[in-house]
């Protein structure tokens, strides 16, 4: 009997990643694992590299030199007798499905309702029967707390509104892996809360790997079974979450801490 081994493969995989605009190195001979399931959270200083590694997750940037592997299958590079190949671009949307973005920007399609900014890329790029997608989408958005704006459009909502919606968007492709970048960053402090029960919600109720951007330290204490600090490009330590706030081992990581928490 041929034994399954795809369980064994974790759902993120960056291998040697090297990525540069100009001369300026964001990120240096990286190499880190994201297992399914998992719910893992990059921390770190503004410009550290954090942002650049969903965007090379989801294919919106390109990589310098090294590899990522989606379940163990290459993203955008694989190495062909010894040589270093870019994959097609065929390949990179197969594989691109499984993974779903929330960005810091809510990027909803302003002349489209809620309704038709969530069965958008259902229908257009899974091939979702029209009907099946919206009722999921309903679904979706009784989950995010707003069932009764399907028909409103973007504008006439509040960014916390708006970030629900695209939440919704991103969960309706059904993906694997859920990237999430700085997504209340974007809004007013008294509606954060409201975003992050949302996606706490997520994490409680399903399986969804999750890849977490954020300076919302104790959304990422509730949500996240590891903790990466990054600073220049490279990760400076790796804890579960009870180590990483309360026993950092490096210094640059206590130092990042006090500044962000006040302490």
Known sequence: MVRDTSQEEPAIRFQDVNKSFGDHVVLDQLNFTVNKGDRVTL??????????????????????????????????????????VELKEKHRNEVRKRIGMV?????????????ENIIEAPVHVLKVPKSQAITRARELLDKVGLADKEHAHPLELSGGQQQRVAIARALAMDPEILLLDEVTSALDPEIVGEVLEVLREVARTTDITMLIVTHEMQFARDVSNRVLMFDSGSIVEEASPEVMFTQPTEQR???????????
């Open 253 to 263: 990581t206590r130092d990042f801490l006090a500044a962000v928490l006040g302490d």
């Open 43 to 84: 921390i770190g200083p503004s410009g550290s590299g954090k942002t650049t590694i969903l965007r090379l997750v989801m294919t919106l940037e390109e990589l310098t030199g090294g590899y990522i592997f989606i379940d163990g299958q290459p993203l955008t590079h694989d190495l062909r007798d010894g040589r270093r």
């Open 103 to 115: 960005f810091q920007q809510f990027n909803l399609f302003p002349n489209m309702t809620v309704i």
